[in-house]
């Protein structure tokens, strides 16, 4: 029995654990938490009847509480950088490849030529 004693006491100190390591909210982050509901409580009262098929666009209140919250947080808006595709690894080159191969869009021999050159690479 005690091994199941073990568990328990184990399982206890996680879940107290856990709940201390929760700390109270700053002041800014309050505020945050404030206008974030407040926002969220004016949306979901004024839902779309029609289904979202357009694209998105703000309203005035719309853009109007995302500054307010802006704001309130301290923060800047800033458009996000544009995200550039990662290299491709050797492995990606390999198998593009030979979907092309597959697909036949490229002979045989050009299909090996290629291949060939990219083992080569460092």
């Given at each position: 029995m005690q091994i199941a004693k073990f568990s328990v006491w184990i399982?206890?100190?996680a879940v107290c654990g856990a709940a201390a390591l929760h700390a109270a909210d700053t002041p800014r982050q309050a505020t945050a938490r404030t206008a974030l509901l407040k926002l969220m409580?004016?949306?979901?009262?004024?839902?779309?009847?029609?289904?979202?098929?357009?694209?998105?666009?703000d309203n005035p209140d719309?853009?109007?509480?995302?500054?307010?919250?802006?704001?309130?947080?301290?923060?800047?808006?800033t458009p996000a950088p544009a995200a550039k595709p990662a290299p491709m690894t050797k492995e990606q080159k390999l198998h593009a490849l030979l979907v092309k191969y597959k697909a036949n869009q490229i002979t045989p021999q050009q299909y090996h030529e290629q291949r060939a050159a990219l083992i080569a690479e460092p």
């Open positions: 399982s206890l100190f409580s004016e949306q979901s009262t004024n839902l779309p009847v029609e289904p979202a098929a357009q694209t998105v666009t719309q853009a109007k509480a995302r500054v307010a919250l802006t704001q309130a947080l301290g923060l800047h808006e």
